[in-house]
């Protein structure tokens, strides 16, 4: 049942399986369950292994397969409920304490006057007696533009919050914010002063991470100090020591037009470029064993060295061990298979963090390895040539189309583009990526500073080719939004594409061409569904006002903000790119606009049969008379009219209120609403408001 050989890479799929479906149905019932399972599966494997001659046991071995199978599956969602914080019974959010002594986990992240940072919670305090509690908590802290509070990865803090549940996306398509802290095991946010943190002038971090973030800070010192481009000095320091720069819109946008948006998050392809410079260097250590082991120990120390002076950031250490597996099994085992190891070292990661699992970093980084050991040499075999330089050109080509082929389905699914200039993209980015490599960290070696300004040129030109590439025509296709159906009938269906041109296996090529078909299919029925759209929605914002009437692949957006505003871009942009709206006409409420089928005039909006009545500041003290019947009555800024002076004649359904209005005003509104029997909705910490309009 299982080959010696592909063990992990068998036991790795019920495993993940497991913790998916523990992650989604967390059960604290469901441990004491598992445990029984796993301890029970365990014990009975253990003595057949004993008996395993005397009763033929080999006989059974599908039977021994499937327990084996069921065992890693439980072991999976045992590893996930057990890490699963919201589960525990001392949960600080369980024990109704609002005071509490917590240590700083992460570095902090300062933006102007407000510092963002993730806190373990040690132990509440309730009418001054201490309570075991534990958690995460993510913490966001105005600090004082006079004195402000110096906070760093590892002090120890008493404070004094109320927290809030992290709230979910309110509005079609917006960034799951939810879901991604959920996946760090934070689920709990705070807004406080600084004011209301006292320091006990402990430091409680690891003494290893402490090191690497100090060695960090001191290394994005010396990159400021060498490198006088604010451009260049962002991509320096977010290319070689992981740390979060501000890149400019224009930067990250070339990167991500052209596929390479991987060259500026360091992962495995960085640590490759090291490792395959250390593999050259210690050359001279390859004649036997011993001396292997030893060029294995410095290579392994060296790596780990760079993935220090990275601050330990997650991507590095993840790749960090993923190489550190892969040529520890070349050395020291005569026979290695390379999917056996890739297994391995997913197994180790999940094992101990479970939800490592929702990190798209992990699952593209994990992909793209498998792609290059599965794929590439299949498609390097597909042209030969006696050029050497010809040779490696295509070599690197069938490297960059493994990679891009089989991340493909995750990263339209994800990130809803397609770079299609990728291909040329990545062969020029390879060179510069190596020599930005191995320029960056020389940088860093005393008495080498003289390389800076080679090293800054380099970054300069390699940004100004992305960005000519970026402009080019048709240099991505962009608003590709598939839901989770498709993607999994693409991910099948190239799957079995791939196998059955490998294989040379019709059945597998009839079956991938029918799965496409399905998936084709389901486009089909998108793309009618867009061109027969026709609704409106009401977006959830903090302080502004947006609507969308939508018709087709055209939308009348009714909004105070504008195309470069964060709001915009974070909370409106994705609804309309997910509904493939190509033409938006930007107006104010306060502008009377008249349009195809969409009329704005004297407080009154029509579009199609649906009309509304405009309640704004301008009609402060002032009555509305005459008979007209309205879908809704949309209130906004601030507006102190008396709802009392509209004429009987006058109805409406639905009153919609939005964020520019302030909360004791939407209480107010809200209570004459519905004490008049009138439906009323509320925009502001709510799901965006749908009218759904037929043709």
């Not at 569904?529 to 018709?551: H, P, T």
């Not at 301008?618 to 009555?633: Q, V």
Request: net charge positive.
């Amino acid at each position: 049942m299982f080959k010696t050989e592909y063990i992990f890479a068998r036991i790795l799929l019920p495993f993940i399986l497991g913790v998916c479906i523990f992650y989604y149905f967390p059960a604290l019932t469901s441990v004491k369950s598992l445990i029984i399972i796993v301890f029970t599966i365990l014990t009975g494997l253990l003595f057949l292994n004993v008996v395993y001659k005397k009763y033929n046991v080999y006989r059974y071995k599908g039977t021994v397969g499937f327990l084996i199978y069921i065992f890693f599956f439980s072991l999976g969602g045992l590893f996930c409920l057990l890490k699963n914080e919201r589960l525990k019974q001392n949960y600080f959010a369980n024990t109704r304490c609002n005071q509490f002594k917590v240590w700083v986990n992460s570095e902090p992240q300062q933006n102007h006057d407000i510092v963002r940072l993730k806190v373990e919670i040690l132990s509440g305090y309730r009418k001054d007696k201490q309570i075991n509690a534990s958690g995460q908590l993510l913490l966001n802290v105005k600090l004082d533009s006079l004195k402000p509070l110096m906070i760093k990865y590892g002090d120890e803090m008493m404070i004094s919050v109320r927290y809030t549940e992290i709230e979910p996306p309110h509005n079609p398509a917006e960034f799951d914010f939810k879901a991604w802290l959920a996946s760090q095991h934070i689920y709990h946010q705070a807004f406080i002063d600084q004011d209301h943190m006292i320091s006990t002038k402990n430091n409680v971090g690891n003494p290893i991470k402490k090191i690497a973030l100090s060695l960090r800070e001191r290394q994005v010192a010396k990159y400021r100090s060498l490198i006088k481009s604010d451009e260049a000095f962002a991509v320096a320091s977010t290319l070689i020591l992981g740390y979060r720069a501000d890149l400019s819109k224009e930067t990250l946008s070339a990167y991500s037009k052209t596929g390479t948006i991987h060259a500026l998050s360091v992962s495995g392809a960085h640590v490759a470029i090291i490792y395959v410079i250390l593999n050259f260097i210690f050359f001279f250590l390859n004649n036997n064993r011993t001396l292997r082991i030893v060029k294995l120990m410095f290579i392994c120390t060296l790596i780990w060295g760079y993935a220090l002076m990275t601050g330990l950031s997650p991507s590095v250490v993840r790749s960090a061990i993923m190489i550190s597996i892969l040529i520890a099994a070349k050395v020291l085992s005569k026979k290695t298979n390379s999917y056996n190891v890739l297994a391995f070292s997913a197994f180790c990661q999940i094992v101990y963090n479970p939800f490592l699992i929702w990190d798209v970093g992990f699952q593209l980084s994990y992909l793209a390895v498998f792609g290059l050991i599965y794929l590439q040499p299949k498609i390097y075999k597909l042209l030969y040539t006696d050029s050497g330089w010809l040779d490696k050109l295509w070599s690197l080509t069938s490297m960059s189309l493994a990679a891009q082929i089989v991340t493909f389905p995750l990263s339209i699914y994800y990130f809803h583009q397609f770079p299609l200039y990728f291909l040329f993209a990545n062969l020029f980015i390879t060179i510069p990526l190596i020599l930005m490599m191995y320029l960056g960290i020389a940088v860093l070696i005393p008495s080498f500073g003289f390389l800076a300004p080679v090293f800054e040129w380099i970054i300069n030109f390699t940004n100004a080719v992305l960005n000519w590439i970026a402009n080019l025509p048709y240099a991505s296709f962009s608003s590709i939004w598939i839901d989770l159906p498709e993607f999994v009938l693409l991910t099948c269906s190239l799957g079995m594409f791939i196998y059955a041109l490998t294989k040379l296996n019709k059945r597998f090529l009839f079956g991938s061409l029918f799965l496409f078909v399905c998936y084709q299919l389901l486009l089909l029925r998108d793309d009618l569904m867009v061109f027969q759209q026709r609704k409106i929605i009401f977006f959830s914002l903090r302080k502004n006002y947006a609507a969308a009437f939508i018709d087709g692949k055209q939308a009348v957006l009714v909004s105070d903000l504008n195309r470069e505003d964060k709001n915009y871009t974070f909370s409106v942009e994705p609804a309309l790119a997910q509904l493939q709206v190509d033409k938006i006409h930007f107006i104010s409420l306060k502008k009377d606009t008249v349009l195809k089928r969409f009329v704005s005039n004297n407080n009154q909006i029509a579009f199609f049969q649906y009309k509304m009545l405009l309640v704004g500041e301008d009609l402060n003290d002032k009555e509305i008379n005459g008979n007209a019947s309205f879908s809704s009555i949309w209130i906004s800024g601030n507006t102190k009219f008396n709802f009392a002076k509209i004429h009987r004649g006058i109805t409406y359904k639905t009153a919609i209120i939005d964020a520019t209005n302030k909360d004791y005003k939407i209480r107010i509104f809200k209570k004459e609403f519905e004490n008049n029997n009138i439906d009323v909705y509320v925009l502001k910490k709510n799901k965006a408001y749908l009218v759904q309009l037929s043709r």
